[in-house]
């Protein structure tokens, strides 16, 4: 198993079902997605999300950076995020950044897990630019119209819905999507 890259802290706070925080020790790091733990992704992806990725996916998530990680909870391997950055309207010098995935798994949830990946592609989106590299001015991604979890997740964290996205996925039950986004100043 690849060890955490980043080391979140030794003592975090967590938030019970009742939303009171309680001191609860354990480590949280963050890891780059590499050939070498590919495999945990794609186990991950397979258990939280609905969808099942193309190869496509899984090798242009090994080449966006910063943009994709894994998250562990006491050195085990518990959640993801990957992203992939597009052209901002046909601009050089904008790309917006679409998050395709972000999970934690059920039994990990509310221990701040998901805001540490998301946290984390804020700040690296806010980041200066690279001279020669575009300057990412939105981040948006697609929920699920009925997962009031997720909705509420990032509105939280300040993103706004932009639009309803009837049919978005088609091959589901509820197929209605929000179309959520937050500006990069």
Same mark, same amino acid.
């Given at each position: 198993?690849?060890?955490?890259?980043?080391?979140?802290?030794?003592?975090?706070?967590?938030?019970?079902?009742?939303?009171?925080?309680?001191?609860?020790?354990?480590?949280?790091?963050?890891?780059?997605?590499?050939?070498?733990?590919?495999?945990?992704?794609?186990?991950?992806?397979?258990?939280?999300?609905? /969808?099942?990725?193309?190869?496509?996916?899984?090798?242009?998530?090994? +080449?966006?950076? =910063? #943009?994709? $990680?894994?998250?562990? *909870?006491?050195?085990?391997?518990?959640?993801?995020?990957?992203?992939?950055?597009?052209?901002?309207?046909?601009?050089?010098?904008?790309?917006?950044?679409?998050?395709?995935?972000?999970?934690?798994?059920?039994?990990?949830?509310?221990?701040?897990?998901?805001?540490?990946?998301?946290?984390?592609?804020?700040?690296?989106?806010?980041?200066?630019?690279?001279?020669?590299?575009?300057?990412? /001015?939105?981040?948006?991604?697609?929920?699920?119209?009925?997962?009031? +979890?997720?909705? =509420? #997740?990032? $509105?939280?964290?300040? *993103?706004?819905?932009?639009?309803?996205?009837?049919?978005?996925?088609?091959?589901?039950?509820?197929?209605?999507?929000?179309?959520?986004?937050?500006?990069?100043?």
């Amino acid at each position: 198993m690849t060890p955490p890259a980043i080391d979140m802290s030794s003592t975090t706070t967590a938030t019970t079902t009742e939303d009171k925080p309680k001191n609860v020790g354990f480590r949280v790091g963050l890891g780059d997605i590499t050939p070498n733990n590919l495999g945990q992704l794609k186990r991950l992806n397979t258990v939280l999300f609905p /969808v099942v990725y193309a190869p496509g996916f899984y090798k242009d998530v090994l +080449e966006v950076g =910063e #943009f994709a $990680k894994i998250i562990y *909870f006491n050195d085990v391997c518990v959640g993801a995020v990957c992203c992939r950055k597009e052209p901002a309207n046909g601009s050089a010098t904008e790309q917006n950044l679409y998050i395709a995935t972000l999970g934690v798994l059920a039994p990990y949830r509310r221990l701040g897990l998901g805001s540490e990946m998301l946290k984390h592609i804020l700040e690296q989106a806010n980041l200066p630019v690279v001279a020669g590299q575009a300057k990412i /001015v939105r981040i948006y991604l697609h929920v699920q119209s009925n997962n009031e +979890e997720a909705l =509420e #997740f990032y $509105k939280k964290h300040g *993103f706004e819905v932009a639009e309803k996205c009837e049919n978005y996925y088609s091959q589901f039950e509820v197929s209605d999507a929000f179309k959520l986004e937050k500006i990069i100043n």
